[in-house]
């Protein structure tokens, strides 16, 4: 169980125990976004072929180049990423820190800055922010191309503190895919 799910389990029954419980919180959580809320949204379907397997250990690399359509949109491509985190969950399954990594480069660059440079260039906060946070929250590494960075005339500074900087997207994807990562492009 994680902090998370153990914290809400706690407040739940101190609720019940004092005889308040609300509605709220004795609902189900929502199964469209049973790890990230709010992004990845799946379509529940028990039954199907092809679901998680329990007994795997999942480590997967993400390989992220295409940016959202426009500058105020969040990036489809870590959406994915929760998404997927989010199958996973629906069948129980929660990945270590690091297992699951977000390799961005080419025109998704941009998708990893900081709020004020994304403002200095669009005018406004990140759409991704929300997005990064959720995904390093729930243990998923996001690592940005330094060679697209110093293409794109992007500073290191100006990267999300929650973003590492690697020498560049094709190494990182190779020596992950060589240690045994799936590559989901």
Same mark, same amino acid.
């Given at each position: 169980?994680?902090?998370?799910?153990?914290?809400?389990?706690?407040?739940?029954?101190?609720?019940?125990?004092?005889?308040?419980?609300?509605?709220?919180?004795?609902?189900?959580?929502?199964?469209?976004?049973?790890?990230?809320?709010? @992004? #990845?949204?799946?379509?529940?379907?028990?039954?199907?072929?092809?679901?998680?397997?329990?007994?795997?250990?999942?480590?997967? /690399? @993400?390989?992220?180049?295409?940016?959202?359509?426009?500058?105020?949109?969040?990036?489809?491509?870590?959406?994915?990423? *929760?998404? @997927?985190?989010?199958?996973?969950?629906?069948?129980?399954?929660?990945?270590?820190?690091?297992?699951?990594?977000?390799? /961005?480069?080419?025109?998704?660059?941009?998708?990893?800055? #900081?709020? *004020?440079?994304?403002?200095?260039?669009?005018?406004?906060?990140?759409?991704?922010?929300?997005?990064?946070?959720?995904?390093?929250?729930?243990? /998923?590494?996001?690592?940005?191309?330094?060679?697209?960075? *110093?293409?794109?005339?992007?500073?290191?500074?100006?990267?999300?503190?929650?973003?590492?900087?690697?020498?560049?997207?094709?190494?990182?994807?190779?020596?992950?895919?060589?240690?045994?990562?799936?590559?989901?492009?």
């Amino acid at each position: 169980m994680t902090r998370r799910e153990t914290g809400i389990a706690l407040v739940a029954a101190a609720l019940a125990a004092a005889g308040t419980t609300s509605a709220s919180a004795q609902s189900a959580p929502d199964p469209r976004h049973p790890v990230i809320a709010g @992004f #990845g949204t799946i379509t529940p379907m028990p039954g199907t072929a092809g679901q998680p397997d329990p007994s795997l250990a999942y480590r997967v /690399v @993400f390989d992220v180049t295409e940016g959202a359509e426009k500058p105020d949109q969040s990036n489809p491509g870590l959406d994915k990423v *929760a998404r @997927f985190v989010n199958l996973l969950g629906s069948a129980g399954i929660r990945t270590e820190r690091g297992d699951l990594v977000a390799v /961005v480069h080419g025109p998704a660059t941009m998708s990893v800055l #900081g709020d *004020a440079a994304y403002r200095a260039r669009y005018g406004h906060d990140n759409p991704n922010t929300p997005l990064i946070a959720a995904l390093a929250e729930a243990g /998923v590494d996001i690592r940005v191309c330094g060679q697209a960075l *110093a293409r794109q005339g992007i500073e290191r500074q100006s990267v999300s503190r929650q973003v590492t900087v690697d020498l560049s997207a094709m190494t990182t994807l190779a020596t992950l895919q060589l240690k045994g990562w799936s590559l989901i492009r």
